[in-house]
């Protein structure tokens, strides 16, 4: 724990004091050599400790309590800042404003008080707010005190059954009901039987209203077992207060600031990339998805995302020596693994979760499943692993090691009913205890474009939205627009038949990098039609970014070997193989094209074996990758031919698989 000491002479107005605390420095703006400093000492938690929360609790208590507003956020890519204000009328000498209701997940070193006024800052605490749990405690207790007010009411209708059945049971031991005395006289027998068979009839009807009552009761007992196992699931809400105490010789009024850092709260970048055709401008649509769960609301505040990321170690990477030698090698892997798909469904029951935030971890490429569960991502590396979050469930972890991944995510003991999902203009709605209700679309188009201020500081770049944004604290996807670019752009055809015949449009974009893009998913568009998706990757350090746009099917490529080409022929100890490949283009399109046709002759690791490309229709191979290019422009319902030939030569005693 900690002790705040502060040294500090007379303030004169107007002051402005600024409080962090511990682990960062507290300041004081100084106004005619008047000062106010800090002296930090921390102690060991001890029974000191223990006082010292059960004294700030009192004093929160006792305290004068302070609602203020969350005015400004800036959210990181992982963890926020939150700014908020408060007027608080402030009394002659010491007194405690408790700033209360505020986030339970407060970076307690990030703290900091603002405020401008003739008065002093004494001292800055924080603590948890567990006050939720007694209301919550007061009003199953009040509901249980009900429940035993209508067990009381089921006893005694029990008891009225049970005289009704004694009376009933004396009524059958009657000496004339059970034959036992025929000397009477019949009319007195027909009165007592007439009068046995009345009152029979009455506590048969007696005894079915005792039952309807005891039914209504037992219902009535069930709401009330329901409504204790509700607030038994939902769970008390922890909040955490804020408590500053100051010194003023007189009444006042003063504003307040107050700003910390939270944790759960995070924005991950998404893209649309429309492409009008070949000859026009790309317009990329930069938009922001913001969640968070920090036990806060914002409401109607500014918002400000930063591609900063507070959470990552500040401090710079050390070299340390590599060592080498006999028997250690590095075998390099071409496996390449860009895309994975799946379906999220809870674990109780089997259902689709619509809404889960996929993110890939470690960076800023995020996905959110669709009204079905389904999700699709784009993947920068081979070794991505990705993590599955909702609200109400626990955050999974898996490996990008295939291309289908299907999750069941487990439910947590803080599940919501009911979860609406917020973003790209869809709202879906669902019991997460049973099956999907409905989904319900709600498409919004902004005819005016949001503003957006983008600031560029040393470590990372700020947008600042104009419009004031709600984000609830329910850990949805809420979409934000950043910005809109029209860039000029370079589009070429691109085929590599050795992998696919499918042929690409690409889009090349020069100076990407004064866009402050990040990597994200991009949705692609062109001629009006949604095409897919593909991935803004900004790791490279090149001045052009490359984008695919996409595949066209009036592109046709064929690659295939010509017979009687594939030879295998001895020369003395060696052996000799060729392959001859040829690759027809045709196109079916109303206008001319850029194609770019890549294949590949192997590459020799091995002095022992000899490659030689003896026909390649004037390309030159890249003798690092063996890469074999060739650029053409092809007119319309035009046709060419390319041809690929080769030769391996190895010795006879070896294997090698020549393709």
């Given amino acids: 724990m900690f002790q705040h000491k502060f040294f500090y002479g007379k303030v004169h107005t107007p002051a402005s004091f600024i409080y962090a605390a511990p682990g960062n420095t507290g300041i004081s703006e100084i106004t005619d050599g008047v000062y106010l400093t800090e002296g930090i000492m921390f102690k060991k938690l001890s ?386 205890t049973g099956a999907v209700a409905g989904v319900q679309v709600k498409n919004i188009v902004n005819t005016v474009p949001i503003e957006v201020k983008k600031e560029e500081n040393q470590t990372n770049i700020e947008f600042n939205i104009a419009n004031p944004y709600t984000v609830p604290s329910d850990g949805k996807q809420y979409a934000v627009e950043i910005s809109q670019y029209n860039i000029d752009a370079t589009y070429q055809y691109y085929v590599a038949p050795k992998l696919s015949t499918d042929v690409f449009l690409t889009a090349q974009l020069t100076n990407w990098n004064k866009y402050s893009f990040l990597s994200g998913e991009a949705n692609l568009f062109f001629e009006g039609t949604y095409i897919g998706k593909s991935l803004i990757n900004t790791d490279a350090t090149t001045d052009t970014l490359n984008l695919s746009l996409g595949t066209d099917k009036n592109i046709v490529v064929t690659r295939s070997m010509e017979k009687g080409l594939a030879m295998r022929q001895s020369s003395g100890s060696n052996l000799k193989e060729t392959r001859n490949w040829l690759i027809d283009v045709k196109n079916r399109k109303s206008q001319s094209v850029n194609l770019l046709v890549e294949d590949q002759v192997p590459v020799s690791q091995n002095k022992d074996i000899e490659v030689e490309a003896q026909e390649t229709s004037g390309a030159k191979p890249d003798a690092t990758t063996g890469k074999v290019s060739w650029n053409f422009v092809l007119n319309s319902l035009d046709e060419k031919k390319v041809k690929l030939k080769y030769q391996v030569k190895y010795p006879k005693n070896q294997s090698v698989i020549v393709q």
């Fill in 47 to 432: 029974i000191a400790a223990a006082l010292f929360f059960i004294a700030a609790a009192t004093r929160a208590n006792e305290g004068q309590h302070v609602a203020s507003k969350v005015q400004k956020v800036t959210v990181f890519l992982n963890g926020a800042q939150v700014n908020r204000t408060a007027l608080v009328n402030i009394s002659p000498g010491t007194s405690t404003l408790v700033f209360e209701n505020l986030s339970p997940g407060i970076d307690v070193q990030s703290i900091q008080v603002n405020a401008g006024g003739d008065f002093t800052i004494l001292s800055v605490n924080h603590e948890l707010d567990f006050a939720d749990n007694d209301i919550r405690q007061k009003n199953i207790q009040a509901i249980e005190a009900k429940q035993k007010l209508v067990r009381n009411k089921i006893a005694l209708q029990n008891n009225m059954l049970s005289i009704y059945q004694e009376e009933a049971n004396t009524l059958a031991k009657n000496p004339i009901s059970n034959g036992t005395n025929v000397a009477l006289d019949p009319v007195k027998l027909k009165q007592t039987l007439d009068f046995q068979t009345a009152r029979l009839n009455e506590i048969k009807k007696n005894q079915q209203v005792v039952n309807d009552q005891i039914d209504l009761l037992n219902d009535e007992l069930q709401g009330y077992d329901k409504q204790i196992a509700e607030i038994n699931r939902v769970g008390a809400k922890t909040t955490s207060n804020v408590l500053v105490t100051v010194s003023s010789k007189a009444a006042l009024q003063a504003n307040f600031t107050l700003s910390y850092l939270v944790r759960n709260a995070s924005w991950f970048p998404t893209y649309d990339i429309r492409a009008k055709n070949v000859n026009s401008p790309i317009t990329i649509v930069y938009k922001a998805n913001v969640s968070q769960k920090t036990g806060e609301d914002w409401k109607s505040a500014k918002l400000t995302l930063s591609t900063g990321n507070p959470t990552v170690n500040g401090a710079k990477p050390e070299l340390t020596p590599t060592y080498l030698n006999f028997g250690m090698y590095y075998s390099g892997s071409t496996a390449s693994l860009t895309k994975v798909m799946g379906r999220v469904v809870a674990g109780d029951d089997g259902q689709a979760l619509p809404g889960v935030a996929i993110r890939v971890k470690g960076t800023s490429i995020g996905a959110v499943s669709d009204a079905g569960g389904n999700y699709s991502i784009q993947l920068p590396n081979v070794n991505a692993v990705l993590t599955y979050s909702f609200i109400g469930f626990e955050t999974t972890e898996r490996q990008a090691n295939a291309p289908l991944i299907n999750v069941s995510l487990k439910s947590s003991s803080q599940q919501l009913n009911e979860v609406v999902v917020a973003g790209y203009g869809t709202e879906y709605k669902r019991d997460l």
